[in-house]
T-cell receptor, first 112, second 115 residues
Framework: EDQVTQSPEALRLQEGESSSLNCSYT??????LFWYRQDPGKGPEFLFT???AGEEKEKERLKATLTKKESFLHITAPKPEDSATYLC?????????????FGSGTRLLVRP | NAGVTQTPKFQVLKTGQSMTLQCAQD?????MYWYRQDPGMGLRLIYY???????DKGEVPNGYNVSRLNKREFSLRLESAAPSQTSVYFC??????????????FGDGTRLSIL
């Protein structure tokens, strides 16, 4: 069964304290891995798409990487405005289906 | 640039009542989706529409129906609401075709409570 697991469930950092969020997946035929940011009371906001192992994407203080079994979202010198829930989702399957399977998210709190 | 608009933003229903959640997108995307989000769980797909005129069941379709009214609009209907359907409902759209892994773009959700 296709599955996506995110860890940790919650993470508290001091401003400037770098860390990483993990997204591990077991799917048949990965077609894409997506990272989203979700603020309270809002819908998920797209951050990155990764397609193949070894690929990396960067945006400001965020860097996403992908291996054959997991993806990491690295946050360098975070600021309080980076506080949010970060969601990982995979698109899989060889039948051209483009449904997404979501993890349950990592709640990040960055203290000033 | 509105993107994906969902109405209403909040709703309280009594068990057995019916209602329709509305979703409209101005991104000219072919595919549209309805998800529910519950505490501690990932977003779960209820129904999706790959293109105008087609709809398919997702992971948790029981108790729901959908209508793809046109390319812009995709509605979700609860015929007889149950407390287990208390959740936050998100609509999303996606461009490209099934061979291009474009990201989905989400609305800000409808928070539904069923008493």
């Amino acid at each position: 069964e296709d599955q996506v697991t995110q860890s940790p469930e919650a993470l508290r950092l001091q401003e400037g304290e770098s860390s990483s969020l993990n997204c591990s997946y077991t799917v048949s035929g990965l077609r894409g891995l997506f990272w989203y940011r979700q603020d309270p009371g809002k819908g998920p906001e797209f951050l990155f798409t990764l397609y193949s192992a070894g690929e990396e994407k960067e945006k400001e203080r965020l860097k996403a990487t992908l291996t054959k079994k997991e993806s990491f979202l690295h946050i360098t010198a975070p600021k309080p405005e980076d506080s949010a829930t970060y969601l990982c989702a995979v698109q899989a399957g060889m039948d051209s289906s483009y449904k997404l399977i979501f993890g349950s998210g990592t709640r990040l709190l960055v203290r000033p | 640039n509105a993107g994906v608009t969902q109405t209403p933003k909040f709703q309280v229903l009594k068990t057995g009542q019916s209602m329709t959640l509305q979703c409209a997108q101005d991104m000219n995307h072919n595919s549209m989706y309805w998800y529910r989000q519950d505490p501690g769980m990932g977003l779960r797909l209820i129904y999706y529409s790959a293109s105008e005129g087609t709809t398919d069941k997702g992971e948790v379709p029981n108790g729901y129906n959908v209508s793809r009214l046109n390319k812009r609009e995709f509605s979700l209907r609860l015929e007889s609401a149950a407390p287990s359907q208390t959740s936050v409902y998100f609509c999303a759209c996606q461009g490209g075709d099934r061979h291009i892994n474009q990201p989905q773009h989400f609305g800000d959700g409808t928070r539904l409570s069923i008493l």
